[in-house]
């Protein structure tokens, strides 16, 4: 089982940046992947980007695409969601998730807020 535990939200005002982090522990797979999920209150949580941990394949919601980065770093066992040009409706709890490929998302982080204000 593969522990994730995210950092990084907060408090920014629209059209700046933030950088959240996923740290892994436990045992990991070389073929896996881990993405990154958001849930706006009253909203359902929606899907925002992912990469493949060896290669680093990324695929994107159209909702952030050309805003938002994902990358690895297998050293530190660590993903990364690079955020700029934030809006108020990138306003949600993140949380990133782990799986095996073809397999669904089976590891769970406990979730970071990132308000942006006008």
């Known amino acids: 089982q593969v522990q994730l535990v995210e950092s990084g939200g907060g408090l920014v005002q629209a059209g700046g940046s933030l950088r959240l982090s996923c740290a892994a522990s436990g045992r990991t797979f070389r073929s896996y992947i881990v993405g990154w999920f958001r849930q706006a209150p009253g909203k359902e949580r929606e899907f925002v980007a992912a990469i493949r941990w060896s290669e680093g394949n990324a695929v994107y919601a159209d909702s952030v695409k050309g805003r938002f980065t994902i990358s690895s770093d297998n050293g530190k066992n660590t993903v990364y969601l690079q955020m700029n040009s934030l809006k108020p409706e990138d306003t949600a709890v993140y949380y990133c998730?782990?799986?095996?490929?073809?397999?669904?998302?089976?590891?769970w982080g406990q979730g970071t807020q990132v308000t942006v204000s006008l």
């Open positions: 998730a782990g799986g095996a490929v073809g397999n669904a998302y089976d590891s």
